[in-house]
């Protein structure tokens, strides 16, 4: 697997001029390094103790199995940012923060949380996994030392989402290794056109892809030339560990909980800057007016929200 060798690539761009041409060129060089031998850029260490155990599957973690950290580098597209191969014995796991000189994001941000996959060497097969901490921060901090209480693969899911004639506002808590619009979408017919809420599109008609990847943290408008379903299966998403980041002004969220919750609930975090949510079927809330014509917060829903403030949302744990 392509996160299990923890290559990067980094290029310079060269400039000359000579006597008789004052014109500028430019040409790219690369150097690919491992991240056992990366250059200066910050880090952490996230100490995995023998006798917690991790498990893979339904398996103990075996000799030759990996434990990696992962960063977001863009929304959707996940980077391992360090990584140790399990001998039984208690292992340290650098984490790589993202280095200052280099103008794409190739490691972890500080306060980022850190985010686990297991490499399965004996099916060939990467897990997502949770952990929980005896000391240190969940997040990436310069210099951060932290030690593990557990590490357990999160369960295989699967979600299903109905997909009506014309619009659709749809989310999912599912993630999957490739999470790329042209797989998401791979088996689902009739689907003329993906929006986000930055206006982007994903048109498999006219091969447009603008969004990329889908990021499970937000909500998609879906228009439908005939009723269909989408079904997404990977990984549950643990609510928890997903902060939504969100600005003041309009957004798509996502609903990232496995069971219905009452959205005052939901979003009782956020409460103080929330001006309005709507969901497609024409329900609202708004705290500050005592309205709630949603009701439960449905999984597979995407919902519209305006915010007077910045907010972090972390929905209820599952």
Partial sequence: PIWFKGSMTYYWKVKAYSDTDSSEWSQLWSLTYNWEDPPSPPDAVVIVPSTINPTVGERPIANGDAIGVFFEAIPGKW????????????????????NPDTPEKDGFANGEIITYRIWDAIEEKEYFAIATYEVGPTVF??????????????????????LNNSWNLISSNVIKSDMEMEEIFSEVDNVKI???????IYSPEFGINQIGNWNVKEGYLVNMEAPS???????????????????????????????PMNITEALASISENIIIVKNRMGGIYSPAFGINTIGN???????????SEPEVLAYPGN
């Fill in 194 to 200: 993906v929006k986000n809420a930055a206006g982007e």
């Fill in 297 to 307: 917060m449905q999984a597979g829903v995407g919902y519209w929200i305006y915010l």
């Fill in 79 to 98: 980077l391992c940012g360090g990584y140790e191969v399990w001998t039984g014995q208690n292992i340290g796991i650098t984490v790589w923060g993202d």
């Fill in 141 to 162: 901090e310069v210099n951060g030392f932290s030690i593990l209480s557990s590490l357990s693969t999160t369960p295989e899911a699967e979600i299903v989402i109905p």
């Fill in 229 to 259: 379903s989408l079904t997404i299966d990977g990984y549950a998403v643990s609510p928890q560990i997903y902060p939504m980041y969100i600005s003041a002004g309009w957004h798509l969220i996502s609903y990232l909980r496995n069971s």
